[in-house]
């Protein structure tokens, strides 16, 4: 989980409604005893990477459960590095890594993709839905952006996340990185 490795829920701002609403949520998520999955989408700079982060580590640490952090982009280039270097083997290795670690965490989904990226994706989400393995997601792409691209496999998503799938409306105001933006004058 790299720097976010020592994240907790109150290094989470929550100054506003919305901010109060998503850590009770991603509290209340760590609380559960059920096996939810947890996805947080939408307004880029929100802080769905680190309320998504905050879990994996709070599972991670206090859980003591394995947990498994990718980039949708870094899978998708490594997969593709080792297709190139003709190196079959790391491909179904990773892929298989991907699938069955017992927490994944895949951030920044579809961020950019192609559609042989998405068959990936697929055949991941199917293997976790089928073998009811935890899986935390995040993505500026909202659930109808996702339902349109595959209604099936997102539909899995939202089936097994229920009440713990968290869409933040697009919006610059939510971004957090903007409201602290100091770009030093206008010239």
Request: glycine share 4%.
């Amino acid at each position: 989980l790299g720097k976010y490795i020592t994240l907790r829920f109150t290094d989470f701002e929550d100054s506003t409604e919305w901010q109060k609403k998503l850590k009770q949520l991603a509290i209340n998520y760590c609380k559960s005893k059920e096996d939810y999955w947890w996805a947080a989408l939408g307004q880029s700079g929100s802080g769905k990477t680190m309320i998504s982060c905050t879990i994996a580590n709070y599972l991670l640490l206090e859980k003591e459960q394995e947990v498994m952090y990718v980039t949708w982009t870094d899978f998708v280039s490594k997969v593709k590095r080792d297709i190139m270097s003709d190196n079959a083997e790391a491909v179904t290795d990773y892929l298989e890594k991907v699938k069955k670690v017992k927490i994944l965490y895949l951030d920044e989904l579809l961020k950019k993709y192609t559609e042989a990226d998405l068959r990936y994706l697929i055949e991941i989400i199917n293997y976790r839905y089928a073998n009811n393995l935890k899986t935390i997601i995040s993505s500026e792409r909202m659930i109808s952006e996702l339902l349109e691209i595959d209604e099936a496999t997102f539909g899995r998503v939202v089936e097994k996340c229920g009440k713990y799938l968290v869409n933040i409306g697009k919006d610059k105001s939510k971004n957090h990185r903007l409201q602290t933006l100091n770009l030093g004058g206008n010239f």
